[in-house]
């Protein structure tokens, strides 16, 4: 009943419950779009997100907050401390007794979501190094050739292949 619905193999008592989407699909308009459903939706998707971040470790906590901060703007420590409810004092006290830094959980985040971006968009790579917060290309190139030890096309491109080569070795 749920695959005759859903038009998709639909798989129960799985690890984790999620909906996997193809790329195409994912890059059509959204075409029923309502704003009255959302507003109505929003609060508890919110509070759900909410709830699953207060269930993580700071530093997962920082990381979640950051990569929602981090569309086209370069967040601070201050931002960062507003969205937590804590002062930045307080928490730049909580990140070193972790062993970490503001500076760290930014460049996890960052690096997260470029492989995000590099592996499930289309994107243009300047595109890219706007949406994690940096002001210009080269300072994203920089990054990641200091994450990955290559460039962040390159690193694209090997992705692809290596996933075109697990699909060709189990068809």
């Known amino acids: 009943m749920y695959e005759a619905h859903f038009h998709c193999p639909v798989k129960f008592k799985a690890a984790q419950n999620a909906l996997i989407f193809s790329k195409a699909d994912i890059e059509l308009p959204f075409v029923t779009y309502n704003a009255d459903l ?5 609060p508890q998707l919110e509070a759900e997100l909410t709830e699953q971040l207060a269930q993580k470790n700071l530093k997962e906590q920082a990381k979640g907050i950051l990569k929602q901060l981090l569309a086209g703007q370069r967040p601070g420590i201050q931002d960062l401390a507003r969205e937590l409810h804590l002062s930045t004092r307080t928490l730049q006290r909580r990140l070193t007794e972790q062993g970490i830094t503001f500076q760290q959980v930014l460049d996890e985040a960052r690096r997260e ?24 290309a080269n300072s994203f190139f920089r990054a990641f050739h200091q994450w990955e030890g290559i460039s962040p096309g390159h690193w694209r491109e090997l992705q692809k292949s290596s996933a075109t080569e697990a699909q060709v070795g189990v068809a």
Do not use: F, P, Q
């Open 38 to 42: 959302l507003a109505t939706v929003a």
């Open 113 to 136: 979501l470029a492989h995000h971006y590099l592996l499930h968009s289309s994107r243009e790579l300047n595109e890219t190094a706007y949406l994690l917060g940096y002001e210009d």
